[in-house]
């Protein structure tokens, strides 16, 4: 009798967690039926950072860790190496950003690059060991226009191609983890340690720095195509807000519960359809802007965490990982 009282009281208890777990999200997903992305596989050891392209949609440029500058010719089928003249320096080129032919690289520990070619030249920008901070995001904004921002929060614009900076914003934030602009020049961070996001706008002289409203740390943050955010958190939670301000988020949804790998970036590939990606090779999929969630099980053969997630325009995607890796959306194969 004792030993049956045990194994109800386990029985309970287990029944409880199932009860809260479906409370908190789906035990599992459903999954796409048309995975889109195709794998790409470079020879580099290289972990991506950041894609962009030209005025033409054929022709982007890949970089990341390792020195690593990459270029297609055909939408990101293909990627031939560029080598540059860096005095044997290993960069980590963090983001690249194109206005037509004019483009921009950043990276760490102090660089940045600069072409009105479309990258057939690339000329170093002089920047000042004075700088608060490391290169961290780069945006090209119109010709001989761009603005820079620093790993702890410093931004500064340019409007004659790197000859003169003017700052933007008197404080810092501190160190951040990531860190995104929006269209309209607003700029969303997360914290180091995930402790608390930080906002800022243009006209704005100082950060305005909030706390998580959870026990868990923050991973991620970034906007939707209205302006509103995201943010990523410990253990596959993802909310929502229009505004950012702290009584504006909505409840945290876990999109599967029973995942342990966690979250690392999200994009919205059109105002409803938001993709988000995580540690080995882990990809989500909301056609609803995060009603309901789809997992992509062929996804889940990559042999790479998936860092980032950059569309261009709807029609053209990617996933950034790890050691070569990334994937490529192929439009023809979401029908």
Not at 35 to 59: Q, R
Not at 139 to 154: F, M
Not at 178 to 194: E, F, I, L
Not at 329 to 335: G, I, L, N, S
Request: charged share 20%; aromatic share 12%.
């Amino acid at each position: 009798m004792r030993g049956l009282l045990v194994y109800l009281r386990k029985f309970g208890a287990i029944a409880a967690v199932a009860l809260l777990c479906f409370g908190c999200g789906n035990a599992f997903l459903p999954t796409l039926e048309n995975n889109p992305w195709e794998m790409v596989h470079i020879d580099t050891e290289a972990t991506f950072s950041d894609v962009a392209f030209t005025g033409d949609s054929n022709h982007g440029w890949l970089v990341g860790s390792r020195n690593t500058l990459l270029e297609t010719q055909d939408g990101g089928e293909t990627w031939n190496e560029r080598s540059l003249d860096l005095d044997d320096q290993n960069f980590t080129f963090t983001s690249v950003s194109f206005v037509d032919d004019e483009g921009w690289v950043a990276g760490q520990p102090q660089i940045l690059l600069h072409t009105t070619n479309g990258g057939d030249t690339w000329e170093r920008v002089p920047l000042s060991d004075q700088l608060p901070g490391k290169p961290f995001l780069v945006a090209a904004l119109a010709p001989q226009e761009a603005e820079l921002a620093t790993d702890v929060g410093a931004i500064y614009r340019t409007r004659d191609a790197g000859k003169n900076w003017k700052g933007l914003v008197l404080g810092a934030v501190g160190v951040v983890r990531n860190m995104s602009r929006n269209a309209d020049g607003s700029y969303a961070a997360v914290s180091s340690r995930g402790n608390f996001y930080s906002l800022w706008k243009p006209g704005e002289l100082e950060w305005h720095p909030y706390n998580r409203d959870s026990s868990r740390r923050l991973q991620n943050i970034g906007f939707d195509q209205s302006g509103g955010l995201w943010l990523l958190e410990r253990g596959g939670q993802i909310q929502f807000s229009p505004t950012g301000e702290e009584d504006d988020w909505q409840e945290p949804v876990n999109p599967e519960f029973v995942s342990s790998w966690g979250f690392l970036d999200a994009a919205y590939q059109t105002p409803e359809e938001l993709w988000v990606s995580g540690g080995s090779g882990t990809l989500y999929y909301s056609p609803d802007a995060g009603l309901t969630w789809y997992k992509d099980a062929d996804v889940n053969e990559t042999p790479s965490n998936l860092y980032r997630i950059v569309f261009n325009t709807p029609e053209q995607g990617f996933i950034l990982g790890q050691n070569g890796y990334l994937l490529r959306y192929a439009a023809e194969k979401a029908v």
